[in-house]
Structures are given as structure tokens and as C-alpha cells.
T-cell receptor, first 117, second 112 residues
Framework: GAVVSQHPSWVICKSGTSVKIECRSLDFQATTMFWYRQFPKQSLMLMATSNEGSKATYEQGVEKDKFLINHASLTLSTLTVTSAHPEDSSFYIC?????????????FGPGTRLTVT | RKEVEQDPGPFNVPEGATVAFNCTYSNSASQSFFWYRQDCRKEPKLLMSVYSSGNEDGRFTAQLNRASQYISLLIRDSKLSDSATYLCVVANLNFGNEKLTFGTGTRLTIIP
């Protein structure tokens, strides 16, 4: 299979602090990882696309200085929410695309629920 | 206009019934189409890809009409375990990566 993990699965933090979320592909190498955000009763929205060893590409309206993405290896990408505020509370989901596949299929992590108080 | 539009529901359907979901998309250049299911507070999981020729996987049938930019999903003999939110997803190649655009989902509850 193709397993993607995220850590932590949930986090509560105070306003103004930073939170780091990890996304790992456990049994495959991922050329590309994607970060999504989902607010209650809304669809998943792509935040950024991250290719290993290069800078992430952010979607329109997503602040790159607030949502720092690092993709230092073929199995790990991190998303850091800097100076988090209550409006950043959301479900953050990553996905990974296999390096060894001709398919573009994305494998999703279980998500991280962030609550900022 | 949203890129991917779905009827949000909810659909409350008795067990054993047939239920159909529809979806429209705005970008005529979109290349790939999928249905995902998402359980409450979980990540989305791929249910099936959608092709113009139509495809079937057990009780699930998906259809794509490129001319109308319309995608459908049919679930026959619905089970309690089918209760979930069904997401219509459209993919476009973007600088060598496949960008997924999700609909808001249609919530389905199967009633015993």
C-alpha cells in the first residue's frame, strides 16, 4: 500500500504561537506533497504544492510567510503555522504523490486538527 | 461560479435504495475526474476514477459527460456503511503536478 502519516493528529495552541505539522510517506518516496485545509462544512482547499528540494508553490490567497512549508526529503514535508490565530483553526491534510508511479494519484494523510485558543 | 459544484444534501435514504449524486465542473480543460468519500473528521479516500465510457465497481457506477461538464455517481442497494460525504474531485495538470479541486461534498445518511 501507500501509507501517509501526519503528526500530531490534533493540537491545541494559544494565539500567537507557532505549530509544526509533519507529513510522512511511510512506505514510498514522494516527489510531491500537497497541503490542504478544510474548514467545517467546506471542501478541502489546496494551500500549497511542495516538491522535494525546492520552494513550495502557494495557492492564491495563502500567505507563504504565515504557512511555512519545508520538504527536505522524499519522505517528509512539514507545515508550520506561524503566529497562529483562532481563524487558523482548521483540519489540515497532506497528501503525497509516489515517485515511482506513472499515476498522479495522491495518497492522503489522516489529517491534523488544529484549534487555536 | 465554483469550479466544482455539488448538491450538498443531506440525502437521507433507506437501506437498500438506489441513490444518485451529480456534480458539475467549470473548467472544460480538466483532465481527470474522481469520486472520493470522506467520513466524519477523517481524510478523504478515493472511491473511484470517472471515465467518459462509464465505470462500475460493485454497487457503484460513475459516469462522465465531458460535453455537459457533468459527473455522476450511482450507488445501488445502499448499505449503512455507505453513510459518508461524497466528494466530486476534478484534476488539472499544473506545471507537471496534478492539482485536485474538491467539491463541497454531498452528505449521505443511510437509514436502517
Amino acid at each position: 500500500g501507500a501509507v501517509v502519516s501526519q503528526h500530531p493528529s490534533w493540537v491545541i495552541c494559544k494565539s500567537g504561537t507557532s505549530v509544526k505539522i509533519e507529513c510522512r510517506s511511510l512506505d514510498f518516496q514522494a516527489t510531491t506533497m500537497f497541503w490542504y485545509r478544510q474548514f467545517p462544512k467546506q471542501s478541502l482547499m489546496l494551500m500549497a504544492t511542495s516538491n522535494e528540494g525546492s520552494k513550495a508553490t502557494y495557492e492564491q490567497g495563502v500567505e507563504k510567510d504565515k504557512f511555512l512549508i519545508n520538504h527536505a526529503s522524499l519522505t517528509l514535508s512539514t507545515l508550520t503555522v506561524t503566529s497562529a490565530h483562532p481563524e487558523d483553526s482548521s483540519f489540515y491534510i497532506c497528501s503525497a504523490q509516489r515517485r515511482d508511479s506513472f499515476s498522479y494519484e495522491q495518497y492522503f494523510g489522516p489529517g491534523t486538527r488544529l484549534t487555536v485558543t | 461560479r465554483k469550479e466544482v459544484e455539488q448538491d450538498p444534501g443531506p440525502f437521507n435514504v433507506p437501506e437498500g435504495a438506489t441513490v444518485a449524486f451529480n456534480c458539475t465542473y467549470s473548467n472544460s480543460a480538466s483532465q481527470s475526474f474522481f469520486w472520493y468519500r470522506q467520513d466524519c473528521r477523517k481524510e478523504p479516500k478515493l472511491l473511484m476514477s470517472v471515465y467518459s465510457s462509464g465505470n462500475e465497481d460493485g454497487r457503484f457506477t460513475a459516469q462522465l459527460n465531458r460535453a455537459s461538464q457533468y459527473i455522476s455517481l450511482l450507488i445501488r442497494d445502499s448499505k449503512l456503511s455507505d453513510s459518508a460525504t461524497y466528494l466530486c474531485v476534478v484534476a488539472n495538470l499544473n506545471f507537471g503536478n496534478e492539482k485536485l479541486t474538491f467539491g463541497t461534498g454531498t452528505r449521505l445518511t443511510i437509514i436502517p
